[in-house]
């Protein structure tokens, strides 16, 4: 359940993101720039005494702003390595298509 949650989240997130990104491409470039920053800034605060751990909201936060940023630039900005991008944004892909609470063990009815 959690997961079909998540995953709402993070269509809606994408979609609202991209409307923004169709009209100001510049701006909205710089933006989601500084969106990247600042979050890692609140994620660093919360984890000052032992090593960075992204949440499961953070992980979903900085995949969905990875579309509004081109991927020359991640390096830079995003605190992790591009494939660690792409592989959070896989996996909340593939949630849609996990049909564990569909599949039953056993015999057949």
């Given at each position: 359940?959690s997961s079909v949650i998540v995953?709402?989240?993070?269509?809606?997130?994408?979609?609202?993101?991209t409307v923004?990104?169709?009209?100001?491409?510049?701006e909205?470039?710089?933006?989601?720039?500084?969106?990247?920053?600042?979050h890692?800034?609140?994620v660093?605060?919360?984890?000052?005494?032992?090593?960075?751990?992204?949440?499961?909201?953070?992980?979903?936060?900085f995949a969905?702003?990875?579309?509004l940023l081109?991927?020359?630039?991640w390096?830079?900005?995003?605190p992790?390595?591009p494939?660690?991008l792409?592989a959070?944004h896989?996996?909340f892909?593939?949630?849609?298509?996990?049909?564990?609470?569909?599949?039953?063990?056993?015999?057949?009815?």
């Amino acid at each position: 359940m959690s997961s079909v949650i998540v995953s709402l989240l993070y269509k809606v997130t994408r979609k609202l993101l991209t409307v923004p990104s169709v009209l100001l491409r510049r701006e909205t470039v710089k933006d989601a720039e500084l969106l990247v920053l600042r979050h890692e800034n609140v994620v660093l605060r919360r984890q000052l005494a032992g090593p960075v751990r992204y949440e499961p909201a953070d992980r979903f936060w900085f995949a969905a702003l990875s579309g509004l940023l081109p991927r020359r630039h991640w390096l830079r900005v995003f605190p992790v390595t591009p494939g660690t991008l792409l592989a959070w944004h896989r996996r909340f892909i593939a949630a849609k298509w996990d049909y564990t609470a569909r599949r039953r063990t056993g015999r057949p009815p």
